[in-house]
């Protein structure tokens, strides 16, 4: 179950239940809650709306708001119910029924996990078969046999295992026949608290100091299953011997009955007891004669003589113990476990831990030695090297104790065939044969994006203007690059992420030498949004209209975020920066603290979209650098990233530490020449005097300082003058790119030694023989750094090569003709299901690892017809349509770092910000109504906290509503509960 479905169910049990006739016109306090979501017939007039990437405090809020909404009903009826919610982003876990999962409540599987990442040995808390057990030795000493199961290392992969034409599947390796307890998918371990002592000298207390006696011819629960320790054990032979069976008969003599073998009935009757340990019976009227021990075929089933108890010699009269089904083990050191035959019961492997019981061993017990076995161990795998694996919604049952199952249960979300709402599309592809698009949604918009362009096709192979749309027309990737009328370029001001065509371009001078007004039109390539910029002439030229000499600058707020514009109105050419501390002018533009370089675009499934290139002078200054000047020029360079915690930036530093004649460059902490050499004029015009190469996630970048000029003065007292540009490139193993390309970046994912970023880096290429740009083929397309994509080739389509990720996504690349690569990427990591269960237990999605549950008690309305009928309440803040915001009141359950409605409204100055709430609000709540939020007369309310408990506090003082209302009234539309009021 997904969050979706969760939060819908919360809100069916809400829909049944709210107070009547209580509209809300126009909102006069908090006290008015819940009432004034109700209309006058009975039905809610108001949306739950949870952040898509909330918290599982925010989910639970909701449930609480929820509850609350639920008790405000006219009816008196009252019933208790519980609902699943999903932990953040609409988390999905697994549950085992009958037995354990893998995962954990806070560790979870992954795909290219092994088995044992997570947990390493289940007990008898996980599985009843694994539970402690008694036995009585030949004294009637009570023993303990502790059970386990150890998981091996077996990995979750993705191919074909030991198939053969059939298209690749996700699948775990489960080895064949393993050589040791511990080369296979588990192993199972009994531990003997007092040892089994084996010892034919007789049944009586021994006097022995351990405590135990002869377990010759016991039961034993091992398991889950009943044995018999054979007295053939370790006679002549290594090899502990145990009897099971499913049904057991005692007859006396002169005693017959009848059993029921595969349908068939058949006759044992007992003739008479004339040893010790020998019995003459019929079988069907055949006469035999077997020992203690023995079987006997009994229609295909192995019928043993268990137990014979000699009554009266002379008589020959006694009671026999017949074991109907039964199964003989043979358990010896360092082989496979054999059956009665003999014969390997392949996929095991056997250790014996105890004296006289290793491979090798002379105390036989028919030397009246004795022998004592304090550990069985177990590895169990596949019986063939055809079935060394467990496919993904398989169940491997073991070969002995057939009650324990594995289960695999595949990826959740799955991105592979058949992926569902939770798993975005990316698609490169061409347009045509000089043109390569990528398509994809942000989950409102669906974009198609010419972003590679060749117009050399059928030459050379050389590549003109790659960063280009289908009519040449340029990308520019770096904050502050110099972008003409319908060429593009990206900006992620405060992480809104936008990709711009300047569609026009209206700026000139006038011959009056007054300043003129102009224009800057832009258009969002993925949403299609419109932005008409104003800016206004900086100086007022030569006054002969030539706009030779003319700029223009100003400002636009777009999302909140200020953009700072410069137009060169000899050229047309436009110039936007973004950062706090960017500044632009007549003379230039200064991008402030940081500089984008490679901006990206955000898909629905939190993967984001860049486009590279090598680009010089993302930075290009010329410094004055003061005697003992700490920054004459300290500049970020942010590169792009979805959640990564790792280096982002690299910091460039130029100043001058007090020594004549010379300036000093550090990047990202590399000195010039990787010493303290510093920059002159002996070596101005050096291509490099300083580079860094930053990593983020599973891309790396390069940056470059050159030292274009410098001047300075023999007078250590006056500034040195230096011209400086900063050059970047992505780098391939120690190499930059000199092809550009798109990196699709995806969202932070865990991994045993912290979190990563996998990304891909799609670089198309030239085909001359076929004139066509190719984004398949034999070109290279990079995934987690330096690794060149491989994959499996499908069965059904050679062309196509598919693999999966560690964060889940399912990737395809195609090299029929000009090729196409698609991945389609969950909106959260993929989490692996795998767990051991009974013969009756199940692995399903839903309910495991990050999964949580809340009370809804509610009075009122059960009829479920009636529920049914009633709209969807609660949604995510990505479902919410615009027909949602006019019509209907919402609320809003997160704050605006988690909630884009709450965001978009503080945008508007309506609440507070996300760095009011980090800096002013701290460990504070939030309750506030908002009159005619997004449409008149429809209002929104927000409950919302600075951490995770903060929205507990405040959904939960919603909750308690009616000991609130005078607070509330009093407070009017905005209160923030104190941790004393809503207890955490």
């Keep these: 179950m997904n969050v979706k479905d969760s939060i819908k169910k919360v809100g069916a049990v809400a829909a049944s239940t709210l107070m009547v006739g209580m509209t809300m016109g126009a909102a006069q306090s908090l006290s008015e809650f819940p009432g004034m979501f109700v209309g006058d017939d009975g039905a809610p007039t108001a949306q739950v709306v949870v952040g898509s990437q909330g918290a599982v405090s925010d989910v639970v809020g909701a449930v609480n ?24 982003g609409g988390s999905v876990g697994w549950s085992a029924s009958d037995g354990q999962t893998l995962d954990t409540r806070n560790d979870n599987l992954y795909f290219g996990d092994t088995i044992d990442t997570v947990r390493q040995t289940l007990t008898e808390e996980h599985l009843d078969m694994l539970a402690t057990t008694e036995f009585q030795d030949a004294a009637g000493n009570d023993q303990d046999v502790e059970h386990f199961l150890y998981t091996q290392g077996q990995q979750i992969k993705f191919g074909t295992a030991s198939e053969s034409n059939v298209d690749p599947f996700l699948y775990v390796d489960n080895p064949a026949n393993p ?45 889950g299953q009943t044995f018999t320790i054979s007295s053939d054990s370790f006679t002549g032979n290594d090899q502990l011997i145990l009897y099971g ?39 069907d009227g055949s006469l035999q004669e077997k020992t203690e021990g023995q079987t006997v075929n009994v229609g295909g089933t192995d019928v043993r003589i268990d137990d014979v108890i000699l009554t009266n010699s002379q008589n020959s009269e006694g009671l026999v113990t017949f074991s109907i089904g039964s199964e003989e083990y043979r358990l010896e050191d360092g082989q496979p476990v054999q059956d009665s035959d003999g014969d390997d019961i392949e996929g095991t492997y056997v250790k014996l831990t105890g004296d006289g019981v290793e491979s090798g061993s002379t105390e036989t017990l028919n030397n009246n030695n004795k022998v004592e076995v304090s550990s069985v161990e177990i590895g169990v795998g596949a019986d063939d090297s055809d079935n060394n694996y467990v496919e993904s919604g398989g169940t491997f049952e073991d070969p002995i104790f057939t009650e324990l199952r594995f289960h695999l249960g595949g990826l959740a979300p799955d991105a592979g065939e058949g992926a569902g709402d939770q798993v975005g599309e990316v698609m490169f592809d061409n347009d045509g044969d000089e043109t390569v698009t990528v398509d994809f949604t942000d ?37 502050g690059a110099s972008v003409a009328e319908d060429e593009y370029f990206f900006s992620d001001a405060g992480d809104f992420d936008h990709m711009w065509e300047v569609t026009g371009v209206d700026a000139s001078d006038s011959d009056s030498g007054t300043a003129e007004e102009g224009t800057v039109d832009l258009q969002d390539v993925v949403t299609g949004a419109n932005v008409e910029v104003e800016v206004t002439e900086t100086g007022t030229g030569d006054g002969n209209d030539d706009s030779d000499d003319t700029f223009f600058t100003g400002t636009e707020v777009i999302d909140g975020q200020t953009y700072k514009f410069r137009v060169d109105g000899g050229t047309d050419e436009v110039q936007v920066v973004w950062d706090a501390g960017s500044s632009v002018s007549e003379s230039g533009y200064d991008v402030g603290n940081m500089a984008s370089v490679y901006p990206a675009v955000d898909t629905d499934s939190g993967a984001s979209i860049a486009l590279h290139d090598d680009v010089d002078e993302v930075i ?13 020029l300290d500049k970020e360079l942010v590169f792009p990233s979805t959640e990564s915690t790792g280096t982002q930036t690299a910091q460039v530093v130029i100043y001058d530490d007090g020594t004549a004649d010379q300036v000093d460059i550090n990047v990202g902490g590399t000195w010039y020449n990787d010493t303290s050499t510093a920059a002159t004029d002996s070596n101005e015009g050096e291509d490099v005097v300083s580079e860094t190469v930053v990593d983020v996630g599973a891309l790396s970048y390069r940056v470059s300082v050159n030292l274009d000029d410098h001047s300075d003065d023999t007078d250590s ?76 080739t499908l069965d059904s389509d050679d ?41 009756g237990g199940e692995l399903s999605m839903g ?48 704050g605006p770092a988690v909630n884009t409605l709450v965001s978009d409204l503080a945008d508007d100055g309506e609440t507070w910000t996300t760095d009011q709430w980090r800096n002013e609000h701290v460990d504070e709540a939030l309750l506030q109504v908002v009159e005619d939020a997004f449409a008149d007369g429809q209002h929104a309310m927000i409950v919302a906290g600075h951490s995770a408990d903060d929205t507990r506090a405040a959904a939960r003082y919603v909750s308690e509503w009616r000991s609130h209302q005078d607070t509330l009234a009093d407070a009017g539309m905005q209160y923030s509960p104190s941790s004393q009021e809503a207890p955490r």
């Design 717 to 792: 007292t006056t500034s040195d003058e230096a011209a400086f540009s900063v050059d970047v490139a992505p780098e391939n193993s120690g190499s930059e790119l000199t092809s550009s390309g798109a990196m699709v970046i995806e969202p932070e994912h865990e991994t045993g030694s912290g979190d990563a970023e996998a990304a891909y880096n799609v670089v198309p290429g030239v085909d001359d023989s076929d004139d066509w740009v190719e984004v398949g083929g034999s070109q290279a397309i990079l995934w987690d750094r330096a690794s060149t994509f491989g994959g499996t």
């Design 179 to 223: 050589s040791s307890v511990t080369g296979g998918l588990y192993k199972l371990q009994a531990n003997f608290g007092e040892g089994l002592l084996l010892d034919p000298s007789g049944t009586e207390d021994d006097g022995d100091s351990d405590g135990n006696d002869d377990v010759l011819g016991e039961e034993i629960d091992m398991f």
């Design 443 to 479: 989950g409102d918009n669906d974009a198609t994006i010419e972003w590679w362009y060749d117009d050399a096709t059928g030459g050379d192979g050389a590549v003109d203007d790659a960063l280009a749309d289908s009519d040449d027309h340029s990308i520019m990737v770096y904050e």
């Design 65 to 88: 708001v929820a509850a609350a909404l639920g008790q405000a009903t006219i009816q008196t009826s009252e019933q208790t119910e519980t609902v699943d919610v999903e932990t953040s």
């Design 799 to 839: 062309s196509v090569t598919a693999d999966y990720d560690v964060y889940g996504a399912h990737v395809m690349k195609d090299d029929e003709d000009q090729g196409s690569f698609t991945l389609h990427v969950p909106n959260q990591q993929a989490v692996a299901g795998a767990a051991f269960t009974g013969s």
């Design 847 to 894: 309910g495991g690892s990050g999964t949580g549950s809340g009370e809804v008690t509610y009075t009122g309305v059960t009829n479920e017809d009636i529920r049914g009928a009633l709209p969807d309440l609660a949604k995510t803040d990505d479902q919410v349509t615009s027909s949602d915001r006019q019509n209907s009141h919402l609320i809003l359950v997160g």
């Design 620 to 632: 290009d200054a010329d410094v004055a650098v003061a005697e003992n000047d700490a920054r004459a």
């Design 245 to 283: 069976s499913s049904e057991e008969y005692d007859l006396e003599t002169g005693e017959s009955t009848e059993i029921d073998v595969d349908g068939e009935t058949h006759t044992l009757e007992v003739r008479a007891v004339t040893a010790s340990d020998t019995v003459a019976f019929y079988v």
